[in-house]
């Protein structure tokens, strides 16, 4: 913790050996890592597209489309259901 500490937060730098290492090439990746290349995010969409900090552009990319849908037009069945 003290290494992520000093050489993350205080100088500004990578810690090499934290970084994700591909196990076939053992090349080390701080983003873009290779095996995230053919996954669709679904959860994390919107991450870098709205701001966090402003609810009304989380509203405006239909952030609440599905708790609208449950508490407005679900049984609490047909929720138990979707599981």
Do not use: C, W
């Not at 500490?5 to 090439?25: A, C, G, K, S, W």
């Not at 849908?69 to 138990?80: G, Y």
């Amino acid at each position: 913790m003290t290494t992520i500490v000093e050489e993350h937060f205080i100088q500004r730098n990578q810690v090499e050996h934290l970084l994700f290492m591909d196990p076939n090439t053992k090349e080390r990746f701080a983003t873009n890592i290779p095996f995230h290349d053919g996954q669709l995010r679904i959860a994390l969409r919107n991450v870098g597209y709205i701001a966090l900090e402003n609810i009304l552009e989380y509203i405006a990319a239909d952030g609440y489309q599905a708790l609208a849908k449950v508490l407005f037009s679900m049984t609490p069945l047909d929720v138990i259901d979707v599981l």
